[in-house]
């Protein structure tokens, strides 16, 4: 069944803290960050991706950057990406312009290679020519989620966070 991209929207925030306490569950700590949710407060989250995408009172490091959810059918919440409108020098070794992830029940389904295809469409409709995307090494379903959208691994690098080498794509729009 085919994905949509919406944006962040109340009509669906039991479905969105359900996902997140899938991620809680498995004691993913990166989606924690990802999301810079607490608690569930979901008014907080939707005022902060909507700053986020405005570029305002943005904390130290961040750039502007626009959150999308995959959806089946408008009301299942499938994964969660956001695109980061412009590169820093430490997003260039960690994170990219894409950052995204599957909810954990809905992962191995196809949904994550559906779901790059989207974001880099809407990034392709924003003008952008190219964009960079980052995964662990060792994350083999991202590295081939990312190569079958037409990532192009260019190097790697050292995360100053976890230690772990980074690939790099790049993925001509």
Not at 38 to 43: L, P, Q, S
Not at 64 to 70: E, L
Request: hydrophobic share 35%.
């Amino acid at each position: 069944m085919p994905l949509s991209l919406i944006r962040p929207t109340p009509v669906l925030e039991t479905d969105f803290c359900e996902t997140i306490a899938e991620f809680r569950a498995l004691r993913e700590d990166t989606i924690e960050s990802f999301f810079s949710l607490h608690n569930c407060d979901f008014r907080s989250y939707l005022l902060q991706t909507q700053l986020m995408e405005a570029g305002r009172n943005l904390p130290k490091g961040y750039v502007a950057s626009t959150t999308y959810w995959s959806v089946l059918d408008n009301k299942r919440i499938i994964g969660i990406c956001r695109f980061r409108h412009d590169l820093t020098p430490a997003l260039r070794i960690e994170g990219g312009h894409i950052g995204y992830s599957i909810r954990p029940s809905e992962r191995k389904k196809g949904y994550g290679t559906q779901q790059l295809a989207l974001i880099l469409a809407e990034c392709r409709q924003l003008g952008y020519k190219k964009v960079m995307i980052t995964c662990d090494w060792d994350n083999i379903g991202s590295y081939k989620i990312i190569e079958s959208n037409g990532g192009v691994r260019t190097g790697e690098a050292l995360s100053p966070t976890s230690k772990k080498r980074v690939y790099h794509y790049w993925v001509q729009l």
